[in-house]
């Protein structure tokens, strides 16, 4: 077990931290002269392993500063961290038994530290939540002007329908113009919306959302989307797989792409109509179609070349 990881639950107002090397464990403020005294006490360390859970917009100034100091550190999801607690029979719950549950986890597991987003990416997840919520706002507002009778208020909701459309528009221009600002992910994009039935938007979310894309084996992309099929088995009986986990923004990103592909891109199509003459439902066929484009779009970036139709 690795004893030189820490634990830090982050709140709005404070850290609580928790060192397993010698079970220290102390409080410190979420604001800068906060942050650089928990350095200070995790300096006491060599080599020390950061374990911690994202709090939206609470863990981004200390997650800014630990990359600085180059320490190794560890996001993990909260429900993981949640069960490990539950199965470890801890089933109280404050910010100094989290921060001990994180750093016990970080330790036993011996979970392998990831870079954090940088400032950049997390504009751009900043504006693609908002685009998604304006997504939501315009579903909402189609299906009210479906039962509006009053003219007064048709009116209103074809304005307000208006205002979203404009307001998605300028988020999807300022995403853009970030993308292309940036060299690395000017050329992610260019891959990514060469291949058929990936539209702009869909390469949004895989940037944003996937961006560890180009540096995964091609089992790994689809476990970290959660398109890769889990087997259930035991004994002698043997259920059917099926997909869970993963990230659920990438795999509604690539869904209507994959409805896309399955008509303009022979080698997909062809997949497509195979796994339904062989009896697959057409669900899970369609699945297997998602799974193809992210194992492809990351064959793409690791190799930095655009897509191109095979020659026959």
Known sequence: MTNNTIGVDISKDHLDAHRMSDGAARRFA???????ALLTWVGENTGPRIVYEPTGPYHRAFERKLAKTGCAMVKVNPRQARRFAEATGTFAK?????????????????????PARSPML?????LHMAREALVKNRT??????????????????TEQLRQIERQMAAIEKE??????????LCERFDILVSIPGVSAITAFALIIDMPELGTLENGQAASLAG??????????????AFIRGGRANVRQALYMPALVAMRFNPDLKAKYEKLVAVGKPPKKAITAIMRKLIVLANA?????RKWTPRLA
């Open 30 to 36: 979420n604001d800068r002269h906060g942050h650089q």
């Open 122 to 126: 997390n504009d751009l997840k900043d």
């Open 300 to 304: 793409l970036i690791r190799d930095s």
């Open 175 to 184: 995403i853009i113009t970030l993308i292309k600002a940036n060299a690395g």
């Open 94 to 114: 404050t910010d100094r038994l989290d921060a001990a549950m994180l750093a016990r986890m970080g330790a036993l597991l011996e979970l392998e530290p990831r």
């Open 227 to 240: 398109l890769a099929p889990i087997a259930r088995q035991s004994g002698q009986w043997t259920g059917r």
């Open 140 to 157: 909402a507002a189609r299906n009210r002007a479906k039962n509006l009778s009053l003219s007064i208020l048709k009116r209103h909701n």
